[in-house]
């Protein structure tokens, strides 16, 4: 058996919604321009979860989740955080 280690992905959600230039959170949902392909349309959906501190992306434009996930870590507003253990075969 071994022991399987998760973690959670924690964001500044302020910070990541000033880079994009997000201005409004409806719903838990803010839209701006993608980071990652600077198109002109406001493709990139961010879910904003404020008492977890968590986010969630979509990117109508085709970007993966993981490439926007390391965009954002990689200036410092996400971070992942140990949730858990748990055991497998």
């Known amino acids: 058996m071994s022991r399987k280690i998760y973690f ?7 910070q990541i919604l000033n880079h994009v230039g997000a201005k409004a959170v409806q719903g838990g949902w803010a839209n701006a321009r993608c980071p990652l392909h ?19 992306f979509n990117c109508k ?10 965009y ?7 971070w992942f955080e140990k949730r858990g253990a748990y055991d497998y075969l």
């Not at 198109?39 to 968590?54: E, M, Q």
């Not at 954002?72 to 996400?78: A, Q, V, W």
């Open 8 to 14: 959670a992905p924690k964001a500044d959600i302020n």
């Open 38 to 56: 600077r198109g002109k349309r406001l493709s990139l959906g961010i879910k904003c979860d404020f008492g977890n501190s968590t986010v969630g």
């Open 61 to 70: 434009g085709g970007c993966s989740n993981r490439d926007i996930n390391q």
């Open 72 to 78: 954002f870590k990689n200036l410092g507003f996400l």
